[in-house]
């Protein structure tokens, strides 16, 4: 198989149920010159079992010996990608069908973006039915990332050479901020991002509204912001 553009990295935990959907999004993709790497986070459900379903080459599979969360997840999927451009989605999540051809025109067109986002769909109590409708800028700075973070993981899309520019995700946050923590860093950097005004994946929310690990959570977000 010749070298991938585009290497889109699927860390899963606990996410059997879901995983499947994932990677049939993206192996569905109406761009194909892309591979799939779902990393298991040791997980202790099926997700191998789900993986072993699917034949395709361009799909791979890594597994850690031990959970390392979820920036540890990512950050080797994008350290074993091979592509030029990386694609984040997280194991409940999935695509639209032409949301990486979507991408890989506008950073064709626009070489000075090292950041692509675009609109999603946010689904009820992790089922199949939109909730939400979420639209965004044509772009962002700095600001707009500290005072409302406008886009998820599973929507953005980055460049290798600006992802190893500024170290990967932070593996010390292991409790949330992790992509808010990225997209700050990347942004003092000097990373430009470019936005895609339509919706091309969706996001699974929980069927509860209660707010999981809040101190947590603070805790995570004033650290990020502290060293902005």
Not at 29 to 35: A, F, H, K, V, W
């Amino acid at each position: 198989m010749a070298t991938p553009l585009v290497s889109v990295i699927i860390p899963a935990y606990r996410q059997a149920e879901y995983v499947g959907d994932a990677i049939r999004s993206v192996l569905g993709q109406t761009y194909t010159n892309l591979e799939a790497i779902v990393v298991d986070d040791a997980s202790p459900d099926a997700t191998a079992e789900v993986v072993a379903g699917f034949a395709d080459p361009r799909l791979r599979y890594i597994r850690h010996d031990r959970n390392r969360m979820l920036s540890a997840a990512r950050n080797t999927g994008l350290r074993a990608a091979q592509g030029e451009i990386f694609a984040l989605l997280d194991a409940d999540d999935y695509f639209a069908p032409d949301k990486v051809a979507q991408h890989v025109e506008l950073l064709a067109a626009h070489p000075e973006i090292g950041v692509s986002y675009n609109g999603r769909y946010e689904l009820q109590c992790n089922g199949r039915r939109v909730r939400n409708i979420i639209r965004v800028a044509p772009s962002v700075d700095l600001r707009d990332l500290v005072l409302g973070f406008p886009f998820t993981p599973s929507d953005m899309v980055l460049r290798r050479e600006w992802a190893f520019a500024v170290d990967l995700f932070d593996e010390r946050l292991v409790h949330f901020s992790e992509d808010l923590d990225i997209n700050c860093r990347l942004a003092l950097a000097g990373c430009r991002f470019g936005g895609i005004d339509r919706c091309l994946n969706y996001r699974r929310l929980p069927g509860d509204k209660l707010i999981r690990n809040p101190s947590q959570r603070l805790e995570s977000a004033l650290r990020v912001l502290d060293a902005v």
